[in-house]
């Protein structure tokens, strides 16, 4: 059974960035994309990026361009979301998923629906 | 970008009843369509999977159908630990998109 496993939770200040890691058990990256996603409290899902670290390719949602980075360290089996320019409403739990299949259209390709989620990390943004 | 509306944002329930939610899509997903349960502290859950897939050990009592732009989730015999927010996500594109979220009340 794969596991994802993610680092602890982060206290930011605004302006700062926080690097979140996530490790898989297993070899799941060599045949998965892995995805990012937040959820603010109190408030809904929202996909953040993903990368599918066979291909080299990521996907960002828009309005985290620039301020976002995701990698995958193969040889580890860890994925990382770096997000910089952190504000208040950065605040949120940051969860990256895996284990879906992979797609590819108009000369992108990303992962779909995740079977395996990691625990999940508190990101807060307070001065 | 693709825009999902998950409708009711709440429902109240009794055990043993049926429950539907539903997704409706922005534009054609074809049947790329996830639904995900979440209780509160804990990660997502995939329990449908290209619309009307069963996910491996997710009771039978939930299932997923798809019309169109239309997708719907339905617990044929509500359980007590069905109590929980429902998301659908689409992946036909990136960007990836989800639901409101429907809170299901028992």
């Known amino acids: 059974q794969e596991q994802l496993v993610q680092s602890g939770a982060e206290v930011k200040k605004p302006g700062s960035s926080v690097k979140v890691s996530c490790k898989a058990s297993g070899d799941i990256f060599n045949n998965h994309g892995v995805t990012w996603v937040r959820q603010a409290p109190g408030q809904g899902l929202e996909w953040v990026g993903g990368?599918?670290?066979?291909?080299?390719?990521?996907n960002y949602e828009q309005r985290f361009q620039g301020r976002l980075t995701i990698i995958a360290d193969k040889s580890t089996n860890t994925a990382y979301m770096e997000l910089s320019g952190l504000k208040s409403d950065d605040t949120a739990v940051y969860y990256c998923?895996?284990?879906?299949?992979?797609?590819?259209?108009?000369?992108?390709?990303?992962?779909?629906?995740?079977?395996?989620w990691g625990q999940g990390t508190l990101v807060t943004v307070s001065s | 970008d693709i825009q999902m509306t998950q409708s009711p944002s709440s429902l109240s329930a009794s055990v043993g009843d049926r429950v539907t939610i539903t997704c409706q899509a922005s534009q054609d997903i074809t049947n790329y369509l996830s639904w995900y349960q979440q209780k509160p502290g804990r990660a997502p859950k995939l329990l449908i999977y290209d619309a009307s897939n069963l996910e491996t050990g997710v009771p039978s009592r939930f299932s997923g159908s798809a019309s169109g732009t239309d997708f719907t989730l339905t617990i044929s015999s509500l359980q007590p630990e069905d109590s929980a927010t429902y998301y659908c996500q689409q992946y036909d594109n990136v960007p990836l998109s989800f639901g409101g979220g429907t809170k299901v009340e028992i």
């Open positions: 990368i599918i670290p066979t291909f080299g390719t990521t």
């Open positions: 998923a895996a284990g879906g299949p992979n797609y590819c259209r108009g000369g992108t390709c990303y992962s779909g629906a995740a079977d395996y």
